[in-house]
């Protein structure tokens, strides 16, 4: 097995930067490369092989629009729903650890409003790192990237574990 991990770039990919809201089909793939403090939700109907993602620094008002629109797309079905970033910065202040957390709470409850039988996975980003997301639609596999928050210099090669969901399973692989 090859315990080295890169963010390979897809012709295909679709970037979802901050305040950003995408939905993709026919194999395409989101990915949200900068989070660090937001959050991202990704979304995705197995049975139309739709996804989507939004990426939000604070909280998002027309949250509950973005999941309505993609239910629109679905014919109101969601298969899984996965939640990540949110890390705290040792040098911030504590008020924005605080509107963290706010936008956090807020996207569960969104979340769970709209979860229906749709699985869940949450993985909040520790203390100063930078979390990759990223969604195939051509087979349902989410994949999270963790490693250094490398804009303080400590590793360019920033991957240093890796979580696959598909299907409601979780596999944990750590770069030796």
């Known amino acids: 097995m090859d315990n080295k991990f890169e963010l390979m770039r897809q012709p295909e990919d ?16 989101l990915t949200s490369t900068e989070l660090y ?15 989507a993602m939004i990426h939000d620094m604070i909280r998002d008002e027309s949250l509950e629009e973005k999941f309505q629109k993609f239910l629109t797309e679905t014919d ?7 939640v990540t970033g949110g890390a705290h910065a040792k040098d911030y202040e504590e008020r924005l650890d605080q509107a963290i957390e706010e936008n956090l709470e807020h996207v569960r409850q969104v979340v769970q409003k709209f979860q229906g039988t ?3 996975h949450e ?6 790192t930078r979390t990759v997301l990223t969604l195939d639609t051509k087979n349902g596999i989410f994949e999270i990237l963790i490693g250094p928050d490398e804009r303080n210099g400590k ?22």
Request: hydrophobic content about 35%; some cysteine; proline content about 1%.
């Open 76 to 82: 109101g079905k969601i298969s899984d729903i996965v």
């Open 37 to 51: 403090m937001c959050i991202c939700v990704a979304l995705y109907d197995q049975s139309s092989k739709i996804g």
């Open 155 to 176: 590793n360019p090669n920033f991957v240093k574990r890796k979580l696959i969901i598909k299907g409601g399973e979780e596999k944990w692989q750590f770069q030796k």
């Open 123 to 128: 993985h909040q980003s520790s203390n100063d």
């Open 118 to 120: 749709a699985r869940v």
């Open 14 to 29: 679709i970037d979802v930067d901050s305040f950003r809201f995408e939905i993709a089909k026919n194999g395409e793939r």
